[in-house]
């Protein structure tokens, strides 16, 4: 396997990370577990960035990295909209919220519409990466 192909396949890879953190974000959902979906719904936006700047070449060891790329090459180029970066921004803060400060809780509509908003998140980028 060449480079472009290893780059193809975890490229892919990522974005099927993605997928199933939609998918497991649901499930939390669906029983009433609204951190842990917060945390997989943020999971799956930075499955998608992470293969998106992948693509690009461009890899982070921390999630902070990862932000300020994708505001800096997806954000700011405008090949993202303004939206998905107040979206991205949204998702890191709750979930950190979520992870590490007590007592801390969600609205069930809030995450239901994290939830879609997500969703249209990944398949933008996805797009983003199949246009490419």
Do not use: P
């Not at 669906?30 to 997989?40: E, G, M, T």
């Not at 902070?64 to 970066?85: C, D, T, Y």
């Not at 609205?107 to 933008?124: P, R």
């Amino acid at each position: 396997m060449n480079e472009e192909e290893s780059l193809k396949e975890l490229v892919s890879y990522w974005l099927n990370k993605a997928r199933e953190s939609l998918d497991a974000a649901q499930d939390e959902l669906k029983a009433c577990r609204l951190s842990f979906s917060v945390n997989r719904i943020y999971y799956a936006c930075f499955y998608a960035v992470s293969a998106v700047l992948l693509q690009e070449k461009l890899r982070f060891k921390k999630h902070s990295g990862v932000r300020a790329a994708f505001h800096q090459h997806l954000v700011k180029s405008g090949k993202v909209s303004h939206e998905h970066g107040k979206l991205y921004d949204e998702l890191f803060e709750a979930r950190q919220r979520g992870d590490y400060i007590e007592l801390v809780s969600f609205e069930k509509n809030q995450v239901e519409d994290w939830l879609q908003q997500a969703s249209q998140f990944v398949e933008t980028i996805k797009r983003l990466i199949n246009n490419d």
